[in-house]
């Protein structure tokens, strides 16, 4: 009885033995999943910062490439045609204005990677940011055939307490996505106003639907769904993570669904309650002010 009782015993720790190394075997084999994912993860991530730096170099150097050759054939012509050169100094212009709105994003960047961006609240004026993100591309937009309709809910001199730099990168960038990716002859409908939440601002384009499991990607930095370094659709792809990460820093909430006609793209700011001393600091920090940026040449 006692020896019936002691393999019985036995029998059962040999079982539990065996449990815990199927169990075992099981870890194992999920934890070799993982880590096969987490690779094929990080090989992805090096594929999309490869492709990031080659776009962002491509980005850099053909604005300069171009200013530069242009300048050197007006130096080199020597013509008196004022229609010619006028269409050569505006096309220099539009270069260096679309370089110079791919540094401010790239310099953006740069400070949210390093953790050097804070918010620098001031009294502003969004009616007039808002014009002036839609002046900024207006140009562009009459290329393509585009009408931008605005709708804006906001009284004349109507205030509101935010960073207005980041606000309006914000809005520039919404806004040049539009353009970007919007269908020819097409229109933009832009609506934007204050109420109880804070500041809104939505902007739906006619063009291609981005599929729903797609659309967390496109706020993401090293992402873009258009992968070819020499796209149809110019810029540095970091423009929607460059919202993301700056209405993140407001306190708000960027979102992308499906609108009637396209993408709609929205942003809610809430107002901060801490200005900074002074008002709206609006002028640029580079080489263009604000002042005249719809594509005309002074």
Same mark, same amino acid.
């Given at each position: 009885?006692?020896?019936?009782? @002691?393999?019985?015993?036995?029998?059962?720790?040999?079982?539990?033995? #065996?449990?815990?190394?199927?169990?075992?075997?099981?870890? &194992?084999?999920? #934890?070799?999943?993982?880590?096969?994912? #987490?690779?094929?993860? *990080?090989?992805?991530?090096?594929?999309?910062?490869?492709?990031?730096?080659?776009?962002?170099?491509?980005?850099?150097?053909?604005?300069?490439?171009?200013?530069? @050759?242009?300048?050197?054939?007006? *130096?080199?012509?020597? @013509? &008196?045609?004022?229609?010619?050169?006028?269409?050569?100094?505006?096309? +220099?212009?539009?270069?260096?204005?679309?370089?110079?709105?791919?540094?401010?994003?790239?310099?953006?960047?740069?400070?949210?990677?390093?953790?050097?961006?804070?918010?620098?609240?001031?009294?502003?004026?969004?009616?007039?940011?808002?014009?002036?993100?839609?002046?900024?591309?207006?140009?562009?937009?009459?290329?393509?055939? *585009?009408?931008?309709?605005?709708?804006?809910?906001?009284?004349?001199?109507?205030?509101?307490?935010?960073?207005?730099?980041?606000?309006?990168? /914000?809005?520039?960038?919404?806004?040049?996505?539009?353009?970007?990716?919007?269908?020819?002859?097409?229109?933009?409908?832009?609506?934007?106003? /204050?109420?109880?939440?804070?500041?809104?601002?939505?902007?739906?384009?006619?063009?291609?639907?981005?599929?729903?499991?797609?659309?967390?990607?496109?706020?993401?930095?090293?992402?873009?769904?258009?992968?070819? +370094?020499?796209?149809?659709?110019?810029?540095? %792809? /970091?423009?929607?993570?460059?919202?993301?990460?700056?209405?993140?820093?407001?306190? %708000?909430?960027?979102?992308?669904?499906?609108?009637?006609?396209?993408?709609?793209?929205?942003?809610? +700011?809430?107002?901060?309650?801490?200005?900074?001393?002074?008002?709206?600091?609006? %002028?640029?920090?580079?080489?263009?002010?604000?002042?005249? @940026?719809?594509?005309?040449?002074?």
């Amino acid at each position: 009885m006692d020896k019936k009782l @002691t393999d019985e015993q036995l029998l059962e720790a040999l079982q539990a033995r #065996l449990g815990e190394f199927q169990n075992a075997v099981k870890e &194992k084999h999920d #934890l070799q999943e993982q880590l096969s994912e #987490l690779n094929k993860k *990080l090989d992805e991530a090096e594929a999309f910062k490869s492709h990031f730096i080659a776009r962002i170099s491509n980005e850099i150097i053909n604005p300069f490439t171009s200013v530069t @050759t242009i300048a050197d054939s007006i *130096l080199k012509s020597g @013509t &008196k045609d004022w229609d010619e050169l006028y269409q050569m100094v505006e096309h +220099i212009y539009n270069e260096a204005f679309f370089l110079d709105f791919q540094l401010r994003n790239l310099f953006t960047a740069a400070k949210i990677e390093s953790g050097e961006i804070d918010r620098e609240v001031v009294t502003t004026y969004p009616s007039e940011l808002i014009q002036a993100s839609i002046d900024s591309f207006a140009k562009q937009a009459e290329k393509k055939g *585009l009408k931008i309709n605005s709708e804006i809910h906001i009284k004349e001199g109507e205030a509101f307490k935010t960073d207005s730099e980041k606000l309006k990168l /914000i809005m520039k960038n919404l806004v040049s996505n539009a353009v970007k990716y919007s269908a020819k002859e097409s229109e933009i409908d832009l609506q934007a106003g /204050i109420d109880k939440q804070g500041f809104y601002f939505t902007i739906e384009n006619e063009g291609e639907i981005i599929p729903v499991e797609q659309r967390e990607g496109i706020f993401d930095r090293f992402r873009q769904l258009d992968t070819r +370094i020499h796209s149809l659709n110019p810029g540095s %792809g /970091i423009g929607l993570s460059i919202c993301k990460e700056l209405t993140d820093i407001l306190y %708000g909430n960027i979102s992308a669904s499906e609108g009637k006609r396209g993408m709609r793209f929205s942003i809610v +700011i809430p107002e901060s309650e801490d200005p900074s001393e002074g008002f709206d600091q609006s %002028g640029d920090e580079l080489f263009f002010d604000d002042e005249n @940026t719809t594509g005309e040449i002074l």
